[in-house]
C-alpha cells in the first residue's frame, strides 16, 4: 500500500451518515430558482426592486469577495490542523501592501506585492504556532493587534503625517462585461415578475466585473481540486487530521502546516488587495472591517469546505449589500423570505426529530413576521447589524451539522 493511499485513510472523515446527500447538480439548479423565485416574490409583494436590482447584485458580489478569499484562509490553515483567527490582521497587512505595489509598480505588481504582505503575516503566524507552539488564538490576536500598528507606521514613513491612515488614490485593476450583457438593462427596468428579476441578477454578476474578482472565484474551485484531488492536498489534509498518523507514515507535518498557513495569509492578503484596490480604490485605516472574522464564520458555516464556504460568503456579502441599497426598506422586504425559509425549516427539523433548531427556527420566523407587521422601515442600527445577525443565527442552526479537521488547532510536537 503506498503512502498516499494510507494518508488518505487516515485524513478520511469518520462516517457520519451522509450517504445520498450530496446535492446533484440538478438540485443546485432547484436551490438557485427556488432563490430567485423567493426574492421575485418579495420583490412584488413588499414593492422592493433593490433585493433583485443589478446594483444590488454587482455591490453583494464586491461584498463577498474578500469574505470568501478571507474564508478560503481559514480553510487552508485549519484543513492543515492551524486555526487562524489572525485572518483579519492578514487582510490588513493585504490592504496596505497592495495599495503601495500599485502606486509604485502598477496594479498587478501590487496585487503580488498584497498577496506576499498576507503570506508574510500568515508565515509569523506558522512560526509561532507550528514552530514555538504559541496557543493558535494567542497568537491570531496577537497578529491582528501587531498589523494596524505596523501598516500605520509604514503609512507615516511612506505618505507623510497627511497620510498616515489614507493612501492616495490607487490605480486600478481593468473591469470587463460580457458582450451584450447591458442589453438587459431594458428587461430590467420593467418590472415583469421573475423575467426582470433574473435579468437585473445576470447583469450585476456580468457586467462590468473586475479580473480581480474572476480570479477569486475560479480559486474556490481551484482550492477543492488542489484540497482533494491532489497529493499535495492529502498531504495537507491529513496533518489537520492525524499529525501523528501522517508523521508515522514519513511524511514532514511541520512543513506540511506552515504550507497550509502560508497559503492561508496569501488567500487573506489577497482579499486586502481587493478591499484596497477594487472596492474602494484606496487604502484606509480600518478599511477591512471585521471581514477577517466573517469570512471564518463563513468556512464554519460551509462545513470547511469550499462549495459551503461560496454559499456562506454570498449570503453575509448580499446581507451587507443590502445597507447600501435602501437598507431599511430593502431589509424589510426581505423579513417575508427569511421568515418563511425560517418556518420550512422548523418543520423540516421537526420531523428529523431535532427538536431544538425545529423550536428555534420557529421563533426566529415567527419573530420575523411580527417584526415586519409591525413596522414599515427597520431601523438604520439593525440594518447595519445585519450581517453580523446572520452569522450568529446561521451559526447557532448549523452548528450540530458542523465537522472541523479532528486535529484542527491541537498542538503537535514531533516525535510526540
Known amino acids: ?48 426592486p433593490d433585493v433583485t436590482s443589478s446594483g444590488a447584485i454587482q455591490a453583494a458580489l464586491q461584498a463577498a469577495v474578500p469574505l470568501g478569499l478571507a474564508g478560503l484562509g481559514g480553510l487552508w490553515a485549519e484543513r492543515a490542523g492551524v486555526v487562524n ?33 498576507g503570506a508574510i503575516g500568515g508565515l509569523l503566524h506558522a512560526v509561532a504556532t507550528v514552530t514555538f507552539g504559541v496557543d493558535h488564538i494567542i497568537s491570531g490576536v496577537a497578529m491582528t493587534i501587531l498589523a494596524p500598528g505596523v501598516v500605520r507606521y509604514l503609512s507615516y514613513i511612506t505618505w507623510g503625517s497627511a497620510g498616515a491612515t489614507q493612501s492616495p488614490q490607487v490605480p486600478h485593476i481593468p473591469r470587463i462585461s460580457v458582450p451584450g450583457i447591458n442589453g438587459l438593462k431594458g428587461l430590467e427596468e420593467h418590472e415583469w415578475f421573475l423575467v426582470s428579476d433574473v435579468a437585473g441578477v445576470l447583469r450585476g454578476l456580468l457586467y462590468e466585473v473586475s479580473l ?83 469570512g471564518l464564520a463563513a468556512m464554519i458555516f460551509g462545513n470547511w469546505r469550499p462549495g459551503g464556504l461560496a454559499v456562506g460568503a454570498s449570503l453575509f456579502g448580499y446581507t451587507d449589500a443590502l445597507q447600501l441599497r435602501r437598507g431599511s426598506e430593502s431589509v424589510h422586504a426581505l423579513l417575508i423570505l427569511v421568515g418563511a425559509l425560517l418556518l420550512a425549516l422548523a ?7 431535532n427538536r431544538l433548531v425545529a423550536v428555534a427556527s420557529a421563533v426566529l420566523g415567527v419573530l420575523s413576521y411580527v417584526l415586519f407587521f409591525s413596522v414599515d422601515k427597520i431601523p438604520t442600527a439593525l440594518v447595519q447589524a445585519a450581517p453580523y445577525i446572520t452569522v450568529l443565527v446561521v451559526l447557532a442552526l448549523a452548528a450540530q451539522r458542523l465537522r472541523p479537521p479532528a486535529a484542527d488547532g491541537k498542538p503537535f510536537r514531533r516525535g510526540g
Open 85 to 117: 483567527i489572525g485572518l483579519e490582521g492578514q487582510m490588513i497587512l493585504g490592504t496596505w501592501f497592495g495599495a503601495w505595489g500599485s502606486l509604485e509598480f502598477g496594479p498587478w505588481v501590487g496585487l503580488l506585492i498584497g498577496i506576499l504582505g
Open 347 to 353: 418543520v423540516w427539523e421537526f420531523i428529523r426529530r
Open 212 to 294: 480581480v474578482t474572476i480570479l477569486a472565484v475560479l480559486l474556490i474551485p481551484l482550492t477543492w481540486w488542489l484540497l482533494w484531488r491532489t497529493a499535495f492536498g492529502l498531504r495537507v489534509r491529513s496533518v489537520g487530521e492525524d499529525p501523528h498518523a501522517a508523521e508515522s507514515l514519513g511524511l514532514n507535518v511541520y512543513r506540511y502546516k506552515y504550507y497550509g498557513v502560508v497559503i492561508s495569509g496569501a488567500m487573506a492578503g489577497l482579499g486586502g488587495v481587493y478591499l484596497s484596490t477594487v472596492t474602494s480604490a484606496i487604502y484606509r485605516e480600518g478599511q477591512t472591517g471585521g471581514r477577517g472574522y466573517i
Open 1 to 48: 500500500m503506498s503512502t498516499d493511499t494510507m494518508l488518505s485513510e487516515a485524513a478520511a472523515q469518520p462516517p457520519v451518515k451522509t450517504k445520498g446527500r450530496r446535492m446533484s447538480s440538478w438540485m443546485i439548479m432547484l436551490i438557485i430558482s427556488g432563490a430567485l423565485i423567493g426574492l421575485s416574490l418579495v420583490h412584488q409583494l413588499a414593492n422592493a
